[in-house]
T-cell receptor, first 113, second 111 residues
Framework: NAGVTQTPKFQVLKTGQSMTLQCAQD?????MYWYRQDPGMGLRLIYY???????DKGEVPNGYNVSRLNKREFSLRLESAAPSQTSVYFC????????????FGPGTRLTVT | GIQVEQSPPDLILQEGANSTLRCNFS?????LQWFHQNPWGQLINLFY???GTKQNGRLSATTVATERYSLLYISSSQTTDSGVYFC?????????????FGTGTRLQVTL
């Protein structure tokens, strides 16, 4: 089992370009998350998906869109990248049981110039 | 939303020493988790502990929900314990699913 995978691992964009960050899980979890981590800070929630076809805004959703077309995949799209979106992006899933642990992917390091 | 603060921000220990990391939160929570981010950036879930005490090897955690704090204890520290430790709580009351993270405690364990 790969757990949670993210592509790409690294990306450099110019201001105004668009891109989609991909996340896939083979853990059969319903809940999936997108977080961003800026230097010296904790993780901030961008979007959350409780199940296929549902999404909910987190703390910092502006400038992002998400798509949860199936149970396995949850993508994050930047329509017009800005330097303020330079960050490390983490995807996560959550176990559905009484001990709701989060499992994180390895992250995507994005630089917007 | 619920505010979360961690202390100390930085900690340097010699191998074998013990340490206590603290997480304070501003409102009642029904979900609290501790995570370790290793020097390569990987995030690992350590504990789900909205109340009470749990132990896993050299690590243990205690949450006193009525006083709105949680403690992470690391005993007999090893160099592999280095990294950043985060606690996470719900963004606001009424949800257990959407978690917000503190700014972390950066731990360096030296030989």
């Amino acid at each position: 089992n790969a757990g949670v995978t993210q592509t790409p691992k690294f990306q450099v964009l110019k201001t105004g370009q668009s891109m989609t960050l991909q996340c896939a899980q083979d853990m059969n979890h319903n809940s999936m998350y997108w977080y961003r981590q800026d230097p010296g800070m904790g993780l901030r929630l961008i979007y959350y998906s409780a199940s296929e076809g549902t999404t909910d805004k987190g703390e910092v959703p502006n400038g992002y869109n998400v798509s949860r077309l199936n149970k396995r995949e949850f993508s994050l799209r930047l329509e017009s990248a800005a330097p303020s979106q330079t960050s490390v992006y983490f995807c996560a899933t959550r176990t559905p049981n009484l001990v709701p642990a989060l499992y994180f992917g390895p992250g995507t390091r994005l630089t917007v110039t | 939303g619920i505010q979360v603060e961690q202390s100390p921000p930085d900690l340097i220990l010699q191998e074998g020493a013990n340490s206590t990391l603290r997480c304070n939160f501003s409102d009642s929570v029904n979900n609290l988790q501790w995570f370790h981010q290793n020097p390569w950036g990987q995030l690992i879930n350590l504990f789900y502990i909205p109340s009470g005490t749990k132990q896993n090897g050299r690590l243990s955690a205690t949450t006193v929900a009525t006083e709105r704090y949680s403690l992470l204890y690391i005993s007999s520290s090893q160099t592999t314990d280095s990294g950043v430790y985060f606690c996470a709580v719900p963004i606001n009351t009424g949800t257990a699913s959407k978690l917000t993270f503190g700014t972390g405690t950066r731990l360096q364990v030296t030989l």
